[in-house]
């Protein structure tokens, strides 16, 4: 397979534009000359549209059925690999997210030949936007597209070395073609290095926010986080003392990095830009109303960056997604069940203040935030009651409408663990059998809680455990949870998986934290799922919780080899370049 389809994808002069200047509008393409393009303001930040476009796949749920399809896509929702959310949908199992999820290395290979050459695509488009600097008029639109450019080459390198480790630093286009040049693998220092001061000169030049026709665009404040994160993901102790500079330090920098990344968030706060959203309800329902709303508001004062969405939700015409439909139980005509909360994570939601644990009501009582994030037995939705349990008379059982199949499709699929998400979904969304119109809601990347609970770990590993105790309370607190008195390393972690539930940061914990070959194997941490049953005599309720390891298709497998991913072979062969620990050509 030719180089070109990789690293120097992006040089390509083919490019999106379209007649009208809405930043986020989907575009047909067309061929247009290099200097009509710097020249024009217009096709100026049509060009930049992929980078936002590529940051993440966000609601996604492309599930391809075949090894070509797999081939080409790598739009999964990365939660499914974790263990708090899951698909309930068989079908899914049979295919490649199956295949990804039991650690077939051909599958993983093919899935990470994609990501790999999606990212490069962004960076030579960017390298090149570079190389074409001095032809852009200057102006405020130069500024603001340099910093651009800057931050999201120092993103794509960003996301490049959390999956592969120290990869190719490029920073020029090229093309093999007519160009020898080979490039080694970047050390974690390199890496550190390039992917900092990408993002520091980003901070330089892009302002504090935009006004709203420019919502969505990167600002300093992204930028400062991107900083942050890097230090944060640098200091993990999973990537000190390695053998390979380009798989780790060689020495152990995680003191450092974490020092680094002190100042780094503490810089962020000091914009005084962003903040919680706070809640002024008291009941559980005010309150579990009022955190939902938080993730239906689109680029609110605690957002830092999101991928942006269309207000109408168009799905085929715009860039709307499927969130609702795919979330939906079976009473809202939902035949996806994409998006499962597993019994692992409700056990994560502790009591509230005063109040201890009762088996036979395991739902009283809990976290604020597990009434807003999880549809269970006895909610409510959108004035439904969920019917989330079974009715036993005599011998036979029969199922609640919500775990029951609708619809005539042998394949529509229904919650396996008990449970629905609350969280994200909007009550409001129609959805019906035309799947034209679906959801807006935004996509989070990064918001200020999960900058308090970052600064709050870094401070906890500084030995600073009051300052990241009071980080912690400033979290519980808006959730209208009481403060704790005292805080240990088990806490903080339940409190980042609680707060940030479903959000993409608690599948890269498991990696940064060294504890993803056991929290993603079957073996070792098996998805749990509740059954209830009710006695139609006596009315009463047994609550049973079962492995959903059991069935063989859902089996998961990690391997310590896959916290870095394969590298693609077309690449290992050009630049002469070592591939990742124990993984073989197939």
Not at 16 to 21: G, I
Not at 187 to 195: G, K, L, W
Request: proline share 3%; hydrophobic share 35%.
């Amino acid at each position: 397979m030719n180089i070109k389809k990789y690293i120097i994808y992006g040089v390509v002069a083919i490019l999106p534009f379209t007649s009208t200047s809405c930043l986020f509008d989907d575009a047909p393409v067309d061929k247009i000359t290099d200097n009509y393009i710097w020249e024009t303001p217009m096709l100026l930040d049509e060009y930049a549209l992929p980078w936002y476009r590529n940051m993440n796949d966000g609601f996604s749920t492309f599930v391809p059925t075949s090894i070509a399809l797999v081939k080409s896509s790598s739009r999964y929702y990365m939660q499914w690999f974790s263990d708090q959310i899951v698909p309930s949908n068989t079908n899914y199992y049979n295919a490649g997210y199956g295949d990804l999820l039991k650690g077939n290395n051909q599958e993983i290979t093919n899935w990470a030949t994609v990501k790999w050459s999606n990212y490069y695509t962004q960076i030579q488009s960017i390298n090149r936007l570079f190389e074409n600097e001095a032809n852009i008029a200057s102006g405020e639109q130069k500024e603001r597209i340099l910093g651009e450019a800057h931050f999201f080459r120092a993103y794509y390198y960003y996301i490049l070395w959390r999956q592969w480790g120290g990869v190719m630093l490029i920073k020029n286009t090229f093309d093999p073609l007519t160009d020898n040049t080979k490039f080694p693998r970047a050390s974690y220092v390199q890496m550190v290095d390039a992917i900092v001061s990408d993002a520091k000169e980003a901070a330089k030049r892009l302002p504090v926010s935009f006004d709203a026709s420019n919502a969505g665009r990167v600002t300093k404040g992204a930028a400062l986080m991107l900083i942050a994160k890097t230090y944060l993901w640098a200091s993990s102790e999973y990537y000190q003392n390695k053998s390979n500079d380009y798989l780790g330090f060689t020495d152990d920098q995680s003191q450092a990095m974490l020092e680094k990344a002190k100042e780094a968030y503490e810089d962020l706060f000091d914009l005084n830009q962003y903040q919680l959203v706070q809640i002024a309800g008291t009941t559980q329902e005010d309150i579990k109303n009022e955190y939902r709303k938080i993730f239906l508001t689109k680029n609110s004062v605690e957002s830092i960056l999101e991928v942006q969405h269309s207000n109408d939700g168009n799905y085929d015409t715009g860039n709307g997604h499927k969130l609702d439909r795919d979330a939906a139980s079976p009473f809202f005509t939902g035949t996806t069940a994409a998006y499962t909360p597993t019994q692992n994570h409700v056990d994560e939601y502790g009591m509230r203040e005063g109040l201890t644990y009762d088996a036979k009501n395991p739902y009283e009582g809990r976290d604020f935030r597990f009434y807003a994030n999880i549809l269970y037995n006895g909610s409510t939705y959108n004035g439904h009651i969920m019917d989330l349990q079974y009715i036993r008379t005599g011998n036979n059982e029969v199922a609640g409408v919500d775990i029951t199949k609708y619809g005539e499709s042998e394949t529509a699929a229904y919650s396996r663990t008990g449970y629905y998400m609350g969280k994200f979904v909007d009550e409001t969304q129609k959805i019906d059998k035309d799947d034209t119109y679906a959801s807006k809601q935004n996509y989070i990347i990064w918001r200020y809680a999960e900058a308090l609970l970052d600064y709050a770990e870094v401070m906890f590993r500084l030995g600073s455990e009051g300052i990241a105790l009071d980080k912690v309370n400033e979290i519980r607190n808006r959730a209208k949870m009481h403060s704790l008195s005292s805080l240990t390393w088990e806490e903080l972690v339940n409190e980042r998986r609680i707060e940030l539930a479903f959000e993409e940061t608690t599948y890269w914990d498991m990696f940064r934290w060294g504890v993803a070959v056991e929290k993603m194997n079957g073996e070792t941490n098996p998805i749990k799922a509740m059954k209830i049953v009710e006695n139609s005599a006596n009315g009463q309720k047994r609550y049973t919780i079962s492995n959903m390891n059991r069935f063989p298709k859902r089996v998961r497998f990690f391997e310590e080899k896959q916290y870095y991913l394969p590298i693609p072979w077309d690449e290992i062969r050009y630049h002469g370049v070592p591939q990742n620990p124990e993984w073989r050509e197939m």
